[in-house]
């Protein structure tokens, strides 16, 4: 796209304030967070239906309050949803945003690059 | 003949659609910076120590904005609306003009010299956080020397450390207070889009 082309100042725009949503802290994830999240992405690779007590009981997580604490955090982030139980509405199962399966996406597209380099470089 | 005439009043048309919207741009981009001009004037009058040094000068935001995403037309836009605001400050035409022009072209360098610094490409695709920060601050800087430059080269006195830090200053903080703001407003606004 040349730079005279009508479209590029919207496409420009949209950088930015893809650049500015960058400044704001909120947004970035802290490592512990960022760990929970990668572990639900392979709980959901393996299809596994996975609810906020199966997480909370795990321990993997630190104490159930902290990984009660982790999750809302997530959600409050946008990177996972907690959908009620059809069955029982006691239980709330663990599900991903449209954000994390961008975040996964993303996360493949790099792997597989990754990869694609690697061969060409041997 | 008449495919012809079809032809060249659909080019007709599209010319002046495209004129139009050239200058509705145009106008939008200046009176938004007219309107953060007078905000500021109202909120940090208080803070400033002359007409052009304050603590806070939140248009110094577009003067990075506007050169970024709108190239030419933003940099027009910002010498235009600076040479309508300037008026009740200088009545010297030529020297409103020349004031308007730094307003304008001051960001340029700015954002000239972050490009060497740390590299973002024509389309902006790879802009970050760290980007706007260090144009910030460049723009900041260049505005805050070329206008006293400019000041003392037109008559007035040697400009002072401190003035020249006022400048600097002032425009950093502005900027700062935008775009955190615009970053706050943009992140709850996803947030809002992803909530269940």
Redo the contacts between chains.
């Keep these: ?1 040349s ?1 005279k082309h ?1 479209g ?2 919207h ?3 949209l ?10 802290p ?2 970035k994830l802290s490592a512990d967070e960022a760990w929970l999240l990668d572990a639900l992405v392979l709980r959901w690779h393996e299809h596994e239906e996975l609810t906020v007590s199966d997480v909370m009981s795990s321990g993997e997580f630190g104490s159930q309050t902290t990984s009660y604490r982790r999750l809302i955090s997530l ?4 990177f996972i ?3 009620v139980c059809s069955e029982d509405r006691r239980v709330k199962i663990v599900e991903p ?3 994390a399966r961008m975040y996964i996406r993303e996360l493949e597209n790099g792997i597989t690059s990754l990869a694609q380099g690697s061969n060409k470089l041997a | 003949m008449r495919r012809a005439r079809t032809s060249l009043r659909s080019i007709g048309s599209g010319t002046l659609s495209s004129a139009l919207r050239y200058l509705l741009t145009f106008a939008m981009l200046s009176g938004a910076w007219v309107w953060l001009y007078k905000l500021n004037a109202m909120a940090f009058d208080w803070l400033a120590i002359s007409w052009h040094a304050s603590a806070i000068f939140l248009p110094a935001a577009l003067r990075i904005l506007y050169p970024l995403a709108f190239g030419a037309r933003g940099i027009a836009a910002l010498v235009f609306a600076g040479y309508i605001v300037i008026p009740q400050y200088a009545s010297d035409p030529l020297h409103r003009l020349a004031l308007a022009a730094l307003s304008g072209l001051a960001p340029v360098a700015g954002i000239a010299a972050s490009n060497r610094i740390m590299y973002f490409s024509p389309d902006l695709s790879n802009l970050t956080g760290r980007h706007i920060l260090l144009i910030s601050t460049a723009c900041a800087l260049s505005n805050a020397v070329f206008l006293n430059a400019y000041l003392w080269l037109a008559g007035s006195e040697l400009p002072s450390f401190a003035h020249i830090g006022m400048v600097f200053l002032g425009d950093v903080s502005g900027a700062a207070i935008v775009f955190f703001g615009l970053s706050l407003i943009l992140n709850l606004k996803i947030k809002a889009r992803f909530q269940p």
């Design positions: 796209m730079a009508p590029s100042e496409i420009k725009i950088y930015l304030m893809s650049a500015l949503r960058s400044l704001a909120m947004r959600r409050d982030k946008g949803n907690l959908t945003s449209e954000h």
